[in-house]
């Protein structure tokens, strides 16, 4: 079972965190509570989850689903944000009829191989030299406003697992998946997003029916934490829109 917060009482959203991050990175969100009931869990091989083996994208929605079940939760808003997101897009494949409406934030449908190694190259080399350096370098790339690193910086926890994660999304496309899509769907980027450049909301938008979109000015890849009332009050919005 996964490691998870269960904060409010309400509409049932789950928040999804990104690659080497955990739960707490959701805690800018958590006056959402004050409506709705917030589902935070740690993925597999993050933060205090305990089960390491068999990482993939399949089994990170699977664990989440199992999860939504042992809860008796029927139906939910899905919120996933980075690796997060496509951890999202999963488990709409897999169990649709659990996913009221999507928010994916700061993500994609498609991790092209070639342009995922050199990066995966990168994070192998800082994960052997410390933990500290690949949190500092994820920190760097995160963010527009640099102030918000030490804000964001208990949000991360570096484990063995952390490569086996960062290969899970690689090669997988979702763009096939997209025009299937009933729920209604949010899709917010940041207009200084160095990990998932904005110009996958507009590539992804134009396969979704029933999708909005925002992009988040003067804001890098961590947009939860950097627009913290922005990304709250959208989540706000599209929630009330789509009741």
């Known amino acids: 079972m996964l490691n998870y917060t269960d904060l ?23 006056e959402l509570s004050n409506q709705h009931r917030l589902i935070i869990p740690d993925l597999r091989g993050h ?16 664990d989440i689903i199992h999860l939504l079940e042992h809860l008796d939760i029927s139906e939910a808003y899905i919120c996933g944000l980075s ?3 496509i951890v999202a897009q999963e488990l709409y494949k897999q169990r649709k009829d ?7 934030a700061n993500t994609t449908s498609y991790i092209p191989p070639l342009f995922a190694y050199s990066i995966i190259e990168e994070s192998y080399r800082l994960h052997n030299e410390s933990d500290e350096e690949l949190i500092e370098h994820i920190l760097d790339r995160g963010f527009y406003d640099s102030s918000h690193k030490k804000e964001a910086k208990d ?3 570096i484990r063995d697992t952390y490569m086996e994660s960062a290969m899970s999304g690689i090669g997988l496309n979702y763009f096939a998946y997209l025009p299937f899509i009933s729920a209604p769907v949010l899709l917010i980027g940041s207009s200084h997003d160095k990990v998932t450049p904005a110009f996958n909301v507009p590539m992804m938008e134009m396969f979704i029916y ?34």
């Open 8 to 30: 409010g009482s309400g509409v049932p959203i789950v928040f999804i965190h990104g690659l080497g991050s955990r739960k707490e990175a959701w805690k800018p969100q958590y």
């Open 47 to 62: 933060g205090e989850t305990e089960l390491n083996d068999d990482i993939s994208i399949k089994n990170f929605a699977l």
């Open 83 to 85: 690796l997060g997101g």
């Open 98 to 104: 659990l996913v009221k409406g999507l928010i994916l």
């Open 155 to 157: 949000s991360f926890l």
């Open 210 to 243: 029933n999708a909005t979109s925002v992009i988040l000015d003067k804001t890098g890849h961590l947009s939860n934490i950097e627009q913290k009332d922005k990304f709250n009050s959208l989540v706000e919005s599209f929630i009330e829109n789509n009741k």
